[in-house]
Nanobody, 119 residues
């Protein structure tokens, strides 16, 4: 499955952005889809994931209560709604997918989309 991430940009602290991850080549059926992020000099870290049944989404503690992951299978797209953004959320965000749950070491990755949160 090919993944295309979009929706990044520049936002002030406290603002919101919605990232999208669209699949092509095949549908997201039976895939767990998630978001990871990375800043220069740091390892890529997990942000959120949702399984194909759209139940039991799970989040990193650092974003819990502020970010919401959802999926629209009719559009073959997964979203990451990011609210109450903080400067420390600044990173390149990547979507990823695989058939396992939880989403460990996913094999399919999209290109990153840059999120910059100004203070």
């Amino acid at each position: 499955v090919q993944l295309q991430a979009s929706g990044g940009g520049l936002v002030q602290a406290g603002g919101s952005l919605r990232l999208s991850c669209a699949a092509s080549g095949r549908t997201f059926d039976y895939y767990t889809v998630g978001w990871f992020r990375q800043t220069p000099g740091k390892e890529r870290e997990f942000v959120a994931a949702i399984r194909w049944s759209a139940v039991n989404p799970y989040y990193a503690d650092s974003v819990k209560g502020r970010f919401t992951i959802s999926r629209d299978d009719a559009k073959n797209t997964v979203y990451l709604q990011m609210d109450s953004l903080r400067p420390e959320d600044t990173a390149v965000y990547y979507c990823a997918a695989d058939t396992n749950y939880p989403l460990n070491n996913p094999r399919n990755w999209g290109q990153g989309t840059l999120v910059t949160v100004s203070s």
